[in-house]
């Protein structure tokens, strides 16, 4: 798969080529591995728990599963680090970021031969060694599809081109097949697909009777063509809304948001003249005088269409649905197409023009001039590229103003630079010219790339700091045998859990009691008003959580606000309660239910505490809070009342507390009720948008 022509002599022989790149490779891989081994801990929730799941189960079972569920491939990235998960946690741990680290970093092979088509060896080496010097490299310790389907999509990227060159069945099956794996490694990379297909259609298109027929086309004919072209392009948009939400959503409705995140995914953090040169590639008659040049080109335009239209679609989506985005991470796998361009420009002195290299650089400055900085956001794991501005930021003490003309002016240095190059008579001069802007491309690249996994590295540094230590201290108390985690009010904030799970092996499920465990999970049914759960999860060990205890042995002291229970069998409620908050507030309603007695009494009294002391403001409105009591029954399944024996009314005020204390015999149900509720951000701001009635409490006090 190498280019058809050579322009000039070879300056490197392939063993030489070969010898560089495994340099190279052994040199970058290094690199990462030592960033892998700083970072402590898992940061992106839920994905990289769910890909581990998945690969637990793939390891332990040999199919996919998820806390023992069947799941979804979810991606061959599961398969890939499976093997790493026989491992204790913590050795796993460190075995699958390795694994990551040494996949990725192999995006250098396939981007040598994609360079190649185009470029010399010494410059299609320069150009593998940009596309793993890059910021994606970043994502390389990660639990997540990136570090395999970065170098998977640059492998069919390259078959396609190498198809295009010389057509033929295999080279026709082997880049339809690497397109199927690069979907199976991640969704995202059915755009290939998109790729392949035009490029099987650019090929039926330069078919010798199709050209025999279209050279007796009227103009007439060619307009029928473009009307049909548009048509196609209206059915297929209305076919893909029907189907894909986020297509129906981007186009019908978040148009203006379209263009801005194309745009923004667009701006590269490879410096600018990596942009810049690819576009006057492109645009290079030089460039598609060869049946190779031609292929790259194809293969770059259609590849940059396919990739920035899904970036522009999904982030227009998520502007809509969650938050604006800078989806570069969506785009990452036009880096190696890039450098490569950029490689044979520098490599032929002659193939970009001026007028190309002017056309290019205006292209650049509007990417530059529309970009978004997001300075006050490091680390950004969405577009690792904005790094270097943060950089500048945190370093130089830039502000957006600043950065944005540094970028203007690197832009106007390229053009400088990339011109130079072409009109300069001297060759050692156009090359010393060429050798300091892959230099400078290296640096800007690398840097970012390091300062975006520093970042990355502190935040997973801040996770680690939550989880108790050692992380894995249940298996170490429970000898590894299965462990229930069994909690409510899960949903605000579920890192904790993501963790306990992700470093400890026993807890093989994770259950609430009202809905808000993280998937796959179970909210367990009451079994009786002795608290027995239905079903039983059939465990000896139960980690408690906000609001749960169980009967049986505490063993070593709470943790983070979780609780672990040699549990009695069968596994049984002591107490638990029902929308409360882990910071203790409750909405409108909660709810609380005693199954077990206390220091072996059952009678005693039952005390709620209501306050709004965390609530002093004006605009706190006065409550109105029912208290109701009584013997506990299996009510559709669920805990409430035999009867209601007690009905207590009190009136809260702002800064107010009220205690209520009523005789109670175990095992009894509580509800308490509190009207009107009222949101902190509309009254003082701060970002809590929950409607709170108030903070309250529950105990048993047994008679002594």
Same mark, same amino acid.
């Given at each position: 798969?190498?280019?058809?022509?050579?322009?000039?002599?070879?300056?490197?022989?392939?063993?030489?080529?070969?010898?560089?790149?495994?340099?190279?490779?052994?040199?970058?891989?290094?690199?990462?591995?030592?960033?892998?081994?700083?970072?402590?801990?898992?940061?992106?929730?839920?994905?990289?728990?769910?890909?581990?799941?998945?690969?637990?189960?793939?390891?332990?079972?040999?199919?996919?599963?998820?806390?023992?569920?069947?799941?979804?491939?979810?991606?061959?990235?599961?398969?890939?680090?499976?093997?790493?998960?026989?491992?204790?946690?913590?050795?796993?741990?460190?075995?699958?970021?390795?694994?990551?680290?040494?996949?990725? &970093?192999?995006?250098?092979?396939?981007?040598?031969?994609?360079?190649?088509?185009?470029?010399?060896?010494?410059?299609?080496?320069?150009?593998?060694?940009?596309?793993?010097?890059?910021?994606?490299?970043?994502?390389?310790?990660?639990?997540?599809?990136?570090?395999?389907?970065?170098?998977?999509?640059?492998?069919?990227?390259?078959?396609?081109?190498?198809?295009?060159?010389?057509?033929?069945?295999?080279?026709?099956?082997?880049?339809?097949?690497?397109?199927?794996?690069?979907?199976?490694?991640?969704?995202?990379?059915?755009?290939?697909?998109?790729?392949?297909?035009?490029?099987?259609?650019?090929?039926?298109?330069?078919?010798?009777?199709?050209?025999?027929?279209?050279?007796?086309?009227?103009?007439?004919?060619?307009?029928?063509?473009?009307?049909?072209?548009?048509?196609?392009?209206?059915?297929?948009?209305?076919?893909?809304?029907?189907?894909?939400?986020?297509?129906?959503?981007?186009?019908?409705?978040?148009?203006?948001?379209?263009?801005?995140?194309?745009?923004?995914?667009?701006?590269?953090?490879?410096?600018?003249?990596?942009?810049?040169?690819?576009?006057?590639?492109?645009?290079?008659?030089?460039?598609?005088?060869?049946?190779?040049?031609?292929?790259?080109?194809?293969?770059?335009?259609?590849?940059?269409?396919?990739?920035?239209?899904?970036?522009?679609?999904?982030?227009?989506?998520?502007?809509?649905?969650?938050?604006?985005?800078?989806?570069?991470?969506?785009?990452?796998?036009?880096?190696?197409?890039?450098?490569?361009?950029?490689?044979?420009?520098?490599?032929?002195?002659?193939?970009?023009?001026?007028?190309?290299?002017? &056309?290019?650089?205006?292209?650049?400055?509007?990417?530059?001039?529309?970009?978004?900085?997001?300075?006050?956001?490091?680390?950004?794991?969405?577009?690792?590229?904005?790094?270097?501005?943060?950089?500048?930021?945190?370093?130089?003490?830039?502000?957006?103003?600043?950065?944005?003309?540094?970028?203007?002016?690197?832009?106007?240095?390229?053009?400088?630079?990339?011109?130079?190059?072409?009109?300069?008579?001297?060759?050692?001069?156009?090359?010393?010219?060429?050798?300091?802007?892959?230099?400078?491309?290296?640096?800007?690249?690398?840097?970012?790339?390091?300062?975006?996994?520093?970042?990355?590295?502190?935040?997973?540094?801040?996770?680690?700091?939550?989880?108790?230590?050692?992380?894995?201290?249940?298996?170490?108390?429970?000898?590894?045998?299965?462990?229930?985690?069994?909690?409510?009010?899960?949903?605000?904030?579920?890192?904790?859990?993501?963790?306990?799970?992700?470093?400890?092996?026993?807890?093989?499920?994770?259950?609430?009691?009202?809905?808000?465990?993280?998937?796959?999970?179970?909210?367990?049914?009451?079994?009786?008003?002795?608290?027995?759960?239905?079903?039983?999860?059939?465990?000896?060990?139960?980690?408690?959580?906000?609001?749960?205890?169980?009967?049986?042995?505490?063993?070593?002291?709470?943790?983070?606000?979780?609780?672990?229970?040699?549990?009695?069998?069968?596994?049984?409620?002591?107490?638990?309660?029902?929308?409360?908050?882990?910071?203790?507030?409750?909405?409108?309603?909660?709810?609380?239910?005693?199954?077990?007695?206390?220091?072996?009494?059952?009678?005693?009294?039952?005390?709620?505490?209501?306050?709004?002391?965390?609530?002093?403001?004006?605009?706190?409105?006065?409550?109105?809070?029912?208290?109701?009591?009584?013997?506990?029954?299996?009510?559709?399944?669920?805990?409430?009342?035999?009867?209601?024996?007690?009905?207590?009314?009190?009136?809260?005020?702002?800064?107010?507390?009220?205690?209520?204390?009523?005789?109670?015999?175990?095992?009894?149900?509580?509800?308490?009720?509190?009207?009107?509720?009222?949101?902190?951000?509309?009254?003082?701001?701060?970002?809590?948008?929950?409607?709170?009635?108030?903070?309250?409490?529950?105990?048993?006090?047994?008679?002594?």
């Amino acid at each position: 798969m190498t280019p058809v022509a050579e322009r000039e002599p070879e300056r490197l022989s392939p063993g030489v080529a070969r010898w560089l790149l495994a340099v190279a490779y052994l040199v970058f891989a290094a690199l990462y591995a030592w960033q892998a081994s700083k970072r402590v801990s898992p940061t992106i929730f839920s994905d990289e728990i769910e890909f581990t799941q998945i690969s637990r189960g793939i390891a332990e079972h040999g199919t996919p599963s998820r806390l023992g569920e069947p799941s979804s491939l979810g991606s061959l990235y599961t398969y890939l680090v499976a093997p790493a998960w026989w491992l204790g946690p913590s050795s796993a741990w460190e075995a699958a970021k390795l694994i990551g680290v040494l996949v990725m &970093t192999a995006a250098l092979f396939p981007a040598y031969g994609l360079a190649r088509l185009v470029a010399s060896r010494p410059w299609a080496v320069a150009a593998a060694v940009g596309a793993v010097a890059a910021p994606p490299l970043a994502y390389a310790p990660y639990l997540l599809e990136e570090p395999l389907a970065y170098p998977v999509s640059t492998a069919a990227l390259w078959a396609i081109a190498a198809m295009l060159i010389r057509p033929g069945l295999r080279r026709y099956a082997l880049a339809g097949a690497i397109c199927v794996v690069a979907l199976l490694v991640r969704g995202q990379l059915g755009v290939l697909l998109v790729v392949y297909l035009a490029a099987l259609g650019y090929l039926a298109w330069r078919r010798p009777a199709v050209a025999r027929w279209r050279s007796g086309w009227t103009r007439g004919d060619w307009l029928g063509v473009v009307l049909l072209a548009i048509g196609a392009l209206v059915v297929f948009s209305a076919a893909a809304g029907h189907r894909s939400e986020p297509w129906y959503v981007a186009t019908g409705f978040q148009k203006h948001l379209v263009f801005d995140n194309a745009v923004w995914s667009v701006r590269s953090g490879l410096a600018v003249l990596p942009v810049v040169a690819a576009v006057a590639a492109f645009l290079s008659p030089e460039l598609r005088a060869t049946e190779a040049g031609r292929a790259f080109v194809f293969v770059g335009v259609a590849a940059t269409i396919a990739f920035v239209t899904y970036a522009a679609v999904k982030g227009a989506y998520l502007a809509k649905t969650f938050s604006i985005l800078v989806v570069e991470r969506n785009v990452i796998y036009l880096v190696p197409l890039v450098l490569a361009a950029a490689a044979a420009v520098l490599d032929r002195r002659r193939l970009a023009t001026p007028a190309a290299l002017v &056309t290019a650089a205006i292209a650049a400055l509007l990417l530059v001039l529309n970009a978004e900085l997001r300075l006050d956001q490091y680390p950004y794991f969405e577009s690792p590229s904005l790094a270097i501005g943060a950089f500048a930021n945190r370093n130089l003490s830039w502000d957006a103003a600043h950065v944005e003309r540094a970028l203007v002016a690197a832009t106007l240095i390229s053009l400088a630079l990339l011109t130079a190059r072409a009109l300069v008579r001297s060759t050692n001069a156009a090359l010393a010219l060429a050798v300091v802007a892959a230099c400078g491309v290296t640096t800007w690249a690398l840097t970012t790339e390091i300062y975006a996994a520093r970042g990355l590295n502190i935040f997973s540094e801040r996770m680690h700091q939550i989880s108790p230590k050692p992380v894995d201290w249940i298996d170490q108390a429970t000898g590894g045998e299965p462990t229930l985690y069994l909690g409510q009010q899960m949903g605000k904030d579920q890192n904790p859990i993501w963790l306990l799970e992700f470093w400890n092996y026993s807890i093989d499920k994770i259950w609430s009691i009202d809905g808000t465990a993280p998937l796959p999970s179970l909210s367990p049914d009451l079994g009786g008003p002795d608290g027995r759960l239905s079903p039983d999860p059939e465990v000896g060990w139960v980690v408690t959580g906000n609001g749960v205890e169980v009967v049986g042995e505490q063993v070593g002291e709470p943790r983070n606000g979780m609780t672990l229970i040699k549990a009695t069998q069968p596994v049984r409620f002591r107490n638990a309660q029902k929308g409360v908050y882990p910071d203790g507030w409750m909405s409108d309603r909660a709810s609380f239910s005693q199954f077990a007695p206390e220091q072996g009494t059952s009678r005693g009294f039952a005390k709620v505490v209501v306050s709004r002391q965390g609530a002093c403001g004006g605009g706190i409105p006065t409550a109105e809070v029912t208290i109701k009591i009584g013997p506990v029954a299996v009510v559709d399944k669920q805990p409430g009342f035999a009867r209601v024996d007690d009905v207590i009314r009190r009136r809260l005020e702002p800064c107010g507390l009220q205690t209520v204390v009523v005789r109670a015999t175990v095992p009894y149900h509580v509800e308490v009720a509190v009207s009107p509720t009222f949101v902190p951000d509309e009254i003082s701001g701060g970002g809590d948008v929950r409607e709170l009635g108030a903070q309250v409490g529950f105990a048993f006090e047994p008679l002594r």
